[in-house]
């Protein structure tokens, strides 16, 4: 039976052609359909005698079954093409700009106190905040520095005009009237940090009148320089992120704490712009300390025959400076949009101690 | 507190240079500033011998030299026409830098023959301006040694380092050259002289009485006042040494008399004064001023005093304001024949608040104000009659004196283990002992120890401590591991703390950028946010514009906006967390999170919804307190805000009684006083208004979702065009809150086919079967509800 093997290869051929869906629906009429040309041969197979039919069968219905198999071949290729063909003209230029989306940041003081924080709440230290506007007694008085006291003038004070029932009150000259506020409030053992806003009349290159300090305090019994000295350099291992420091302690005076002295630490300088810490022959002065005065501890309302304390301070933008290279204190006030996109840090840079505290 | 390396040396015996005593001195309590040895920049040069100087080979005007420098000869090819056999030169060897040039001196090669050094001129060492020829030294001079000795017996160096030393306000003691080389020898660093200063014994009765002029309640105010005359003094230049010595400090050298008064207060921290005897009217009285009295100081400056103040007045005036300046019309000048000195104690407060009142800065306040030795009145005084007499001439009277010393300062019962308990560190009872006695502290048997009486600061065992401790040196104290608290850290937020934490990633993590800005801002910019009153102005701004407590953040960010867009960038998110103030007492104030968006936006090739138009503020604010209370927001709106902003386009977010936010688009007329031409919306979330969220515990409640499909269906509803969206939002979900699981308005019309006045506003309404799922007749029952609620907001639905 050439004819079948002719009229497959036809059939095939056809289908091959069909150059889209309605096309190889004609073809599948045409030969599938009821009248169609397979289906006719179909037909025929009744009327054959059984030995024919057990020869002719499996022609006829390889003919049927390579025709449905070709069409739905066919079909699948014609609807690839025409998805190819619509993807394609779908095509968009991907270097275009995205959406615009501002990428916000997080200000250079706000990160660095919350390094502080993560490394005093591991040594046990809570938070302690208080008012910008102080008073007198917070402020000084308490504080061991009576009105007439040459260490007022160490801190040039802003004052708050006088009120209606005639008081008047400061911006606070350091953090220290939270620690009186927290003695006033707590019995001891204390450990607080009491990081914020301080203001003094100053202003110039290395001095604004608006500035932050962080100041630490422990108040127990049997607390003594060594503590404080081990709080000192555990601190800044931490916050500097690094193992090797060398720290220096010079005695001062503030007149809340005896004895007072001031911490500096080992770095070197020699390449103007940049410090490294932990070499070199230069020292970098850290901040105030000492042990808590015992008029100070009375005027809190603490025993100093049985609790002792230290405390000490340090200013916030001036670490941050220093960690992260900033070298103008004033331009952290300015509100530069350039300068917060800079230095500014990113939301999710969540300073952590397991995580550590910078990238 | 400035002096020499000479000076201190006529008190203190020592070997040490001068790094080792400025070491020393900052781990006292001195802190020194600044050390400026001249010598310094010339350590490396030493004193060379030319031994033989010929003819350079290939030049004429060149010297070839051999040159010694104690242990080599070099060869150095030399232009200087001194340069000649036998003279002593300055040598700087290959290695040395030169200081004119700041280059480091190299192996050269001059017209062919090596050099090996270079021989200087005054010019290249920055000691003068002579580059004539090279420095010729004394012949004496040693080969080989450094040349800062060498070129000081030339003449051309003061080889002096000069100390700048930090005094902190509890040592007026060490205001002194004196006292700062009895810290040091204490210190273990040399040798005190102390020699005693000798009285001069008085050739004729003081023709000037003194009195002290108080009331009972001002007697502590001057205590001791002494003095004596000098009769037919001749005031002229005082000798060279004692102008060589004021001016090595940056002191004028005014006059024998001045100068001599001038030195014992930098020499010995005590202050005096010398009077023109003869234009004094009658004796001399130590007294209060009287309110509004007059002096005319020495700075030519009138003064007008008040009763708090402590004078020095003849029988007619006051002369000189006490302990502070004194009088320009009794003064000594050039032609002062008979003087009379002044030596007093004043109560340092009285002198601190008289030179802060009266703004006057000088030696005799800073002294007298940290508290002078009381015991050094009467030395002081002859001491300055010794200078007189030499520098001056003529005879001094007797001593006169009224009033009395001070007691000494009372003992303290000292235990030495204090020193271990409080200051961390061990040192041997002896050497206690020996720091204590060496600074001036009697120390008995039984540890009673009496402060000197020069140290004013010192009333309980810590400041003994502190005196041990910065002697013996703080290096000594070993560190010690503060007691842990817990086994693994506690939190120690507050939740207060904690909002602020989250409201300021939840604010950058949309795009916002941090600003910190000073708490004060200008008064009319206060006024613009319902501030700018008396109660809330500094007394003392650091500016004019700088002068109100700010009653808002909102004014720093729109002023930094507006900075910025001068800047060139106007489209910007800001935000700041910070302090507003309600009045000027202390705790009257609020913390806030406040953002603004301003300008048009950034400018984008598709088209996008207005940047800082009201609801870009209020999707920011929703999301901001949905991080903050960790909930969605679900606290009433209402419409309309406070003044600065765009009454039409502002809202209030109440929870209980308190404002926690509000929002909105800044007024026009805010705006332009901030200089702002583009648009700006913002917020502010009053972070301590915002309750906490009552705790439950930690587990969250069970999750059971519903097991039938919910339904979503839409309704428009025509209403009054004044009605607030809210309204009809409550009014569907109040139909029926078992089914209803939510609301939203997805579309607001008015126009063509809705009536004028009235607006159509259509919802989505999602219904959520919890029992079963709902049949149609049950669905159509629910909307007649919704359309049933409606009613009486006057909505009809929309056809």
């Not at chain 1, 720290?247 to 004895?259: D, G, N, Q, V």
């Amino acid at each position: 039976m050439a004819d079948i093997a002719s009229l497959q290869s036809e059939i095939l051929a056809t289908v091959a052609g069909a150059a889209d869906e309605a096309a190889l629906e004609a073809v599948r009429v045409a030969t599938l359909g009821k009248k169609g040309s397979v289906s006719a041969l179909l037909a025929t197979m009744g009327s054959l005698s059984p030995d024919e039919r057990k020869f002719q069968g499996p022609k006829f219905n390889g003919l049927r079954d390579a025709v449905t198999e070709a069409i739905t071949a066919r079909k699948v290729r014609l609807a690839d093409a025409a998805l190819d063909a619509r993807l394609a003209s779908e095509t968009l230029d991907v270097t275009l700009p995205s959406r615009f989306e501002n990428s916000g940041t997080v200000h250079p003081i706000s990160q660095v106190l919350e390094e502080v924080v993560a490394i005093f709440a591991e040594l046990g230290f809570g938070v302690a905040e208080g008012p910008d506007v102080e008073f007198d007694d917070y402020n000084f008085t308490r504080l061991n520095i009576p009105p007439d006291h040459p260490a007022r003038q160490m801190q040039d004070t802003f004052y708050v005009a006088a009120q209606a029932d005639g008081d008047s009150h400061v911006l606070r000259t350091h953090t220290s009237p939270v620690q009186v506020r927290t003695m006033l409030n707590a019995k001891p053992p204390i450990r607080v940090i009491s990081p914020g806003r301080t203001y003094r009349v100053d202003s110039d290159a290395t001095h604004s009148p608006m500035f932050h300090q962080v100041e630490a305090l422990v108040v127990d019994e049997g607390i003594h320089l060594g503590h404080l000295k081990w709080t000192v350099e555990q601190f800044c291992k931490a916050f500097f992120e690094i193992d090797q420091i060398e720290l220096r302690a010079r005695p001062s005076f503030f007149p809340f704490t005896e004895p007072s002295l001031e911490w500096d630490m080992r770095c070197d300088r020699r390449t103007p712009g940049k410090i490294t810490f932990g070499t070199g022959n230069d020292w970098l002065e850290l901040g105030g300390s000492g042990m808590v005065h015992r008029k100070v501890l009375e005027n809190c309302g603490i025993d100093p025959t049985k609790y002792q304390g230290f405390a000490f301070g340090f200013g916030l933008d001036r670490m941050a400076m220093l960690k992260y290279g900033m070298p103008d204190i004033r331009s952290f006030f300015e509100s530069d949009l350039r300068w917060l996109k800079h230095y500014g840090f990113q939301p999710l840079d969540i300073p952590t101690l397991d995580g550590g505290l910078s990238r | 507190m400035k002096f020499t390396l000479s000076w201190l040396k006529e008190h203190l015996d020592t070997d040490a240079d001068a790094a080792k005593i400025g070491e020393k001195l900052t781990s006292i309590g001195l802190e020194v500033e600044s050390i400026t040895d001249p010598g310094a920049a010339l350590k490396n040069f030493v004193v060379g011998e030319v031994i033989t100087a010929d003819r350079h080979p290939n030049a004429d005007k060149l010297r070839l030299c051999t040159v010694s420098d104690g242990k080599d000869t070099l060869q150095i090819v030399c232009g200087a026409p001194n340069a000649r056999a036998g003279i002593k030169v300055v040598l700087a060897r290959p290695g040395t830098v030169i200081p004119a040039s700041g280059d480091v001196l190299k192996l050269g090669n001059i017209r062919g023959v090596e050099s090996r050094g270079m021989m200087c001129s005054a010019r290249e060492l920055l000691l003068g301006e002579d580059h004539d020829g090279i420095i010729e030294l004394k012949a004496g001079a040693m080969v080989g040694a450094p040349v800062a000795a060498a070129l000081e017996e030339a003449g051309l160096l003061a080889n002096d380092p000069l100390f700048d030393v930090s005094i902190t306000p509890n040592r007026g003691d060490a205001a002194s050259v004196f006292g700062i080389a009895r810290d040091l020898a204490a210190s273990g660093l040399g040798t005190l002289k102390a020699e005693k200063i000798q009285p001069v014994a008085g050739k004729f009765p003081s023709s000037k009485k003194i009195t002290l002029d108080f009331t009972p309640e001002n007697k502590n105010a001057c205590p001791i006042f002494a003095g004596r005359l000098i009769r037919g003094v001749k005031n002229g230049p005082a000798p060279q040494w004692v102008q060589d010595r004021l001016k090595s400090v940056g002191m004028k050298s005014i006059s024998a008399l001045v100068d001599a008064t001038n030195l014992i207060s930098q020499d010995r921290g005590r202050p005096l004064h010398v009077f023109d005897a003869d234009k004094l009217s009658g004796n001399l009285h130590a007294r209060m001023a009287i309110d509004h009295e007059r002096v005319l100081a020495l700075d030519e400056k009138t003064y007008v005093l008040d009763p708090d103040t402590i004078v020095i007045a003849d029988d007619s005036f006051a002369r000189g304001i006490a302990g502070v300046m004194g009088g320009m019309d009794t003064g000594s000048f050039g032609d002062t024949v008979n003087v009379f000195i002044e030596s007093a104690w004043f109560d340092p407060a009285h002198i601190a608040r008289t030179g802060r009142k009266q703004a006057i800065i000088s030696d005799a306040r800073y002294r007298f104000e940290r508290g002078v030795d009381p015991q050094f009145v009467l030395p002081g005084l002859e001491l300055c009659t010794q200078y007189i007499l030499e520098w001056c001439g003529g005879e001094a009277s007797n001593v006169v004196i009224a009033g009395e010393l001070p007691p000494p300062h009372k003992p303290i019962p000292f235990d030495p283990a204090f020193v271990q308990k409080l200051g961390g560190i061990t040192v041997p009872q002896g050497e206690i002992k020996r720091i204590l006695e060496a600074l001036g502290f009697v120390v008995d048997s039984n540890w009673l120890v009496v402060p000197p009486s020069w140290r004013h600061d010192v009333d309980g065992p810590a400041d003994l401590v502190e005196e041990v401790v910065r002697i013996h040196g703080l290096q000594g104290v070993t560190s010690v591991p503060l007691p842990r608290t817990s086994g693994v850290a506690a939190p120690v937020l507050s939740k207060a703390q904690r909002r602020t934490r989250t409201a300021r990633r939840a604010l950058a993590a949309r795009g916002f950028n941090e600003t910190v800005s000073f708490s004060f801002i200008s008064r009319d910019q206060a006024k613009l946010f319902g501030g700018g009153d008396d109660a809330r102005q500094l007394s003392n701004p650091i500016a004019s514009d700088l002068d109100a407590l700010r009653p808002s953040v909102l004014p720093s960010l729109l002023a930094a906006a507006s900075r910025n867009a001068a800047r060139g960038s106007a489209n910007l998110q800001l935000f700041e967390i910070g302090a507003a103030f309600d009045s000027g007492v202390p705790g009257e104030q609020k913390n806030v999170a406040a953002a603004i968006r301003a300008g048009t936006g950034e400018r984008h090739w598709q088209k996008s919804d207005v940047a800082s138009g009201l609801f870009a503020a209020k999707t920011d604010l929703l999301a901001a307190l949905e991080a903050i209370t960790g909930a969605p927001m679900s606290a009433p709106i209402t419409q309309g805000g406070p003044g600065w902003y765009h009454p039409g386009r502002s809202g209030t977010i109440t929870m209980g009684p308190k404002v926690i936010a509000q929002f909105g688009e800044i007024h026009p007329k805010v705006l332009a006083a901030f200089d702002l031409k583009g648009p700006a919306a913002g917020f502010e979330i009053f972070l301590d208004a915002i309750p906490d969220a009552k705790s439950k515990g930690k587990a969250k409640p069970l999750f059971l979702p519903s097991p039938y499909q919910a339904i979503e269906r839409d309704f428009a509803f025509v209403v009054d065009a004044k009605l607030a969206a809210s309204e009809i939002v409550k009014a569907v979900k109040l139909a029926d809150r078992n089914l209803i699981d939510g609301v939203t308005v997805f579309d607001v019309y008015e126009g063509k086919g809705v009536p004028d006045g009235k607006k159509s506003v259509a919802v989505a309404v999602r219904i959520q079967p919890k029992d079963a799922t709902l049949t149609e007749a049950e669905i159509d029952a629910l909307a007649q509800k919704i359309v049933a609620a409606t009613i009486k907001l006057g909505a009809t639905l929309r056809a």
